[in-house]
């Protein structure tokens, strides 16, 4: 079985996908590029990360005033220098604005 990488210009809200979900260590940091409350726009903003060749992609799941909220953020870096210096090439290369956080203080909340 062969899989292609999925792009924005090949992204359909309905279709087949192969997702592996891992669980990262809350360490280091990361560039926040993104916040959604709608799954299908966050899911949407992955493909054309993947289309720009971002490999690097999580996604934090959070409670939000209205339901959820899905961050999407690039890393993790091991210090908040090569994030703050990847945030810097991520605007002046791909025109994306971010902000550095500290993975650390996402936070699992149990149902």
């Known amino acids: ?44 903003r992955v493909a054309q990360l993947q289309g720009l060749w971002f490999k690097n992609i999580l996604i934090s799941i959070e409670k939000g005033a209205n339901g959820k909220d899905y961050k999407l953020i690039l890393g993790p870096f091991s210090t908040q220098k090569a994030a703050t210096s990847y945030k810097r090439n991520v605007k002046k290369k791909k025109k994306i604005d971010g902000f550095v956080i500290d993975l650390q203080k996402i936070k699992a909340i149990k149902k």
């Open 1 to 44: 079985i062969r899989f292609s990488r999925v792009t924005a210009k090949d992204y359909n809200e309905y279709d087949l996908y192969k997702i592996q979900l891992t669980r990262p260590e809350k360490k280091g940091f990361g560039v926040q590029v993104g916040s959604f409350s709608d799954y299908s726009n966050m899911m949407r």
